[in-house]
């Protein structure tokens, strides 16, 4: 579904589900170069046991128009005119990477209109190293490559995902340079990544969260390492740290591990 925000559709994936104001609802918010097909998995299933789901592209990238978000605060703006525009009193917000950043900021900007915070790959400052800067804008197939080898800890997922046997290295490479292609006017990449690493208000908006929040850690991930969330979890009023067996791309390298972490936590 498209809803209109800030005068611009933004695309939604409701998990082949229509919208009842009865149930609770879920938005899922992705990471740098992804869409909302990374929680495929999770949304569909939370689409089908009782939940509305509104997995999105950012603005700017994938099937979403308007400008891409520059910074987080920005971003979080976004999700909270979203809310409006779908008639959300409330709703779990479920962020990945940048997404658990903008997921962060939305919780601590309109706590009233949040139900539950999870964040995937979290990390704050989540710096961006000068190097992958650059090439995101000089090499980006260059860039795109390095952050799949830290990004992924194995070649392909377990069940569940993509289906077994699937490439996880090719699947994402050709993901982000869909993303990449979706915008010709902004390179989403690096507005992204800029965004993250500029983001410094992290520590202030978790103490600002009043909200239960999830913190979903990678055991291998090298993008955002696992004491880098729990430094952050520190600062949470309600925290809960789930570690799962994968890299940054924990979604798809564990996807029933984040599944049933997810239906556990969105439950209580």
């Not at 209109?4 to 990471?31: C, D, L, M, R």
């Not at 990678?218 to 789930?242: C, E, F, V, W, Y």
Request: hydrophobic share 45%.
């Amino acid at each position: 579904m498209f809803l209109t925000v800030n005068g611009h559709k933004i695309y939604a994936y409701t998990g082949g589900k229509a919208f009842n104001a009865a149930q609770p609802t879920v938005v899922f918010i992705h990471g740098v170069l992804n869409d909302h097909s990374v929680w495929i998995l999770q949304s569909r299933y939370m689409a089908n046991h009782g939940w509305n789901v509104l997995a999105i592209d950012l603005p700017g990238q994938g099937k979403s128009g308007g400008e891409p978000p520059t910074t987080v605060e920005e971003a979080a703006d976004t999700i909270i005119a979203l809310l409006a525009a779908a008639g959300l009193n409330q709703a779990a917000l479920v962020g990945h990477s940048f997404g658990s950043l903008i997921a962060l900021e939305t919780a601590a900007r309109a706590p009233a209109h949040v139900s539950h915070l999870v964040m995937a790959g979290a990390a704050c400052p989540m710096k961006v190293s000068p190097a992958l800067l650059e090439s995101s804008v000089k090499a980006p197939e260059k860039a795109i490559a390095m952050v799949n080898q830290f990004s992924h800890s194995m070649l392909a997922p377990p069940p569940s995902a993509f289906g077994p046997g699937s490439w996880l290295y090719g699947g994402s490479r050709a993901l982000m340079r869909r993303m990449l292609a979706s915008n010709s006017k902004t390179n989403v990449f690096y507005t992204g990544f800029k965004a993250c690493d500029s983001y410094s208000g992290g520590e202030q908006a978790m103490a600002a969260v009043h909200c239960p929040t999830l913190f979903l850690i990678g055991r291998n991930d090298q993008m955002t390492p696992p004491k880098s969330a729990k430094a952050l979890a520190a600062h949470a009023r309600l925290a809960k740290i789930t570690e799962v067996n994968a890299g940054h791309s924990l979604m798809t390298e564990a996807p029933d591990e984040v599944l049933f972490a997810l239906r556990e936590f969105l439950l209580e």
